[in-house]
T-cell receptor, first 118, second 114 residues
Framework: AQTVTQSQPEMSVQEAETVTLSCTYD???????LFWYKQPPSRQMILVIR??????QNATENRFSVNFQKAAKSFSLKISDSQLGDAAMYFC???????????????FGKGTKLTVNP | DAGVTQSPTHLIKTRGQHVTLRCSPI?????VSWYQQVLGQGPQFIFQ???????GRGNFPDRFSARQFPNYSSELNVNALLLGDSALYLC?????????????FGSGTRLTVV
């Protein structure tokens, strides 16, 4: 079974600075997706960024980028120019590549609470 | 377009009671998944339904059941509620067809069992 580990229960960053959130995972599969989700106090899980395992290039979305190290099974999230609105719980998630009739189950880590200080 | 809608937003139940939670997916999405998020933890997969058929089930007891209707909305039912069932229940919808890159989550139903 796949597992996802987020070793940083809490992180803090100064506004406009850069912060990196860590995530490692365990799987025997070669094809899969990885995601970072943000959960603000409103409770809704919001997709931040995704990475397909077969792509060597690291995904980027504006101020958000990942460092995907497939051999090391590491998937960290870097937030540049941090803003007050970035404060939230961040969850790393894993999903097997969808196969016909297969489940789309997401496996989540326990999350990292990010605080942004003004 | 409306996002994923869940109802109710909050409810309080007594141990031993039954509860039904509801989810309406994004228009055009045929897959609905349910997750349980206990305070301080990441969401845990409960069920996935696609085209009204169960496609996946997590490690939850038989007290948990779900179904999907012809309009792709879904219900999650929990019988004989325990205190440990207190959690945020999240619904996520997706197209259910490859390439399928992500899910859209609702804001959840906060269930408190007393």
């Amino acid at each position: 079974a796949q597992t996802v580990t987020q070793s940083q229960p809490e992180m803090s960053v100064q506004e406009a600075e850069t912060v990196t959130l860590s995530c490692t995972y365990d799987t025997s599969e070669s094809d899969y997706y990885l995601f970072w989700y943000k959960q603000p106090p409103s409770r809704q899980m919001i997709l931040v960024i995704r990475q397909e395992a077969y792509k060597q290039q690291n995904a980027t979305e504006n101020r958000f980028s990942v460092n995907f190290q497939k051999a090391a099974k590491s998937f960290s999230l870097k937030i540049s120019d941090s803003q007050l609105g970035d404060a939230a719980m961040y969850f790393c998630a894993y999903r097997s590549l969808l196969t016909q009739g297969g489940s789309e189950k997401l496996v989540f880590g326990k999350g990292t609470k990010l605080t942004v200080n003004p | 377009d409306a996002g994923v809608t869940q109802s109710p937003t909050h409810l309080i139940k007594t141990r031993g009671q039954h509860v039904t939670l509801r989810c309406s997916p994004i228009s055009g999405h045929k897959s609905v998944s349910w997750y349980q998020q206990v305070l301080g933890q990441g969401p845990q997969f409960i069920f996935q339904y696609y085209e009204k058929e169960e496609r996946g089930r997590g490690n939850f007891p038989d007290r948990f059941s779900a179904r999907q209707f012809p309009n792709y909305s879904s219900e999650l039912n929990v019988n004989a509620l325990l205190l440990g069932d207190s959690a945020l229940y999240l619904c996520a919808s997706s197209s259910g067809q490859p390439p399928n890159y992500g899910y859209t989550f609702g804001s959840g139903t906060r269930l408190t069992v007393v």
